[in-house]
């Protein structure tokens, strides 16, 4: 049923290439079979809550530029409405998933009690509007960032009734993503971190976080949720200093609480770029470090130095992405989540359609041209030529703890090994990815 805030909008159709129908799809074709799977089940699109019914269009500098009628939906009637029309959007998008902060789709109240009972409505709310629509549930997450109750973060802060309360949260949010049928549930620790050293303690903060989320893995298997559980890794913004910096950094911090057969990590693109790295080296460490997940895709303003969530509108950025996905697997219970919002300047209701719509083609792009990069095999069998002699008997005894110094240096001696450089052929390379895109 028509809330009315789109129009007259139809599901979005796919047209193909040529069409200059900014309402069509040109690229994404659910159905399309890529290395045969269909290009839905690849990219396991999701669209976020926040960005698209929760921000305002307000930035550092200005308040509130979108003006829409469930604003400011702090009482329930407002958020219902909300929900109408999130989930009209994702039925035009065809996207077959959602993805929710627990702040997102209910008012927020002082009392952890009122905050619960209306969650458990938009709960029930959430899966009559997924059975009437068949949009599922990619992941949930709790907010523990916005109120100001965290402002020294959530499990890091000195309080221990502020790491109860948010504990408290995660249990609640984390039972509605599990009574959703959520295939993750996230963590993001928007402000686990710090300001200043002066009034930090390192070790303190180390040693809550991982016990929090120690509870959290131990309450999933309490109450059975098979998804995964996911770390978002950030560097900074809104802090001076996050301790889930990067995806190296995330994984010490799994094998120092124990945690790393049972954590993996929900990467996303303006995250990595605010860690100094691109896209495809945090995907490409998930992956060789076991704990790849899934992702959040949108872009930075590279003349900014923040965090702009904007649509991914490059098809060679892109494409890495999901080539290093292919080559790990793919997604399994992960996806393709748009954390990305409109500027404040587009301001129309259809811009939120076409916004997702750009996006959703630019990744259809980037699939198929990783793919066609994966099934050629010059790229893969470059790189496994290139180590090829790692698989020499000795190669693997020096790799299996078999050899000493004293015995490589032995070696060298009695074979006089004068070994000679090979060409890495990064431009050769470069030009091949090129090629398809």
Known sequence: ???????????????GPDSRNPMAFRHYDPDQMVMGKRMEDHLRFAVCYWHNFVWPGTDPFGGQTFDRPWFPANNMELSRHKADVAFEMFSLLRAPYFTFH????????DSFADNHRDLMEMRDIFAAKMQATGV????????MFSNRRFMAGAATNPNPDVFAYAGALVKSCMEVTHSLDGENYVLWGGREGYETLLNTDLAQEDAQMGRFLNMVVEHKHKIGFTGQILIEPKPQE????????????????????GLENEVTVNIEQ??????????????????????????????NDYQSGWDTDQFPN???????????ILQNGGFGAGGTNFDAKLRRQSIEPDDLLMAHIGGMDICAQALKAAAAMIEEGTLPDFVRDRYAGWQSAEAQAMLAGERSLDD??????????????????????????????
């Open 408 to 437: 490589l240096s032995a070696r060298v001696l009695a074979e006089d090994l004068q070994p000679q450089p090979v060409s890495g052929r990064q431009e050769y390379l470069e030009n091949i990815v090129n090629r398809y895109i």
């Open 102 to 109: 627990d702040f997102d789709v209910k008012p927020d109240h």
């Open 1 to 15: 049923m028509s809330t009315g805030f789109f129009g007259d909008i139809d599901p979005i159709p796919f047209e």
């Open 314 to 324: 490059s098809v060679s950025e892109v494409a890495l992405t999901y080539y290093y």
């Open 270 to 299: 303006g995250h990595a770029i605010l860690a100094g790295h691109t896209f495809e080296h945090e995907i490409a460490t998930a992956a060789a470090l076991g704990i790849f997940g899934s992702i959040d895709i949108n872009r």
């Open 238 to 257: 809104p802090t001076k200093h996050q301790y889930d910096f990067d995806v190296a950094t995330v994984y010490g911090f799994l094998k120092r609480h």
């Open 136 to 143: 599922k549930l990619l992941w949930g997450t709790a907010n």
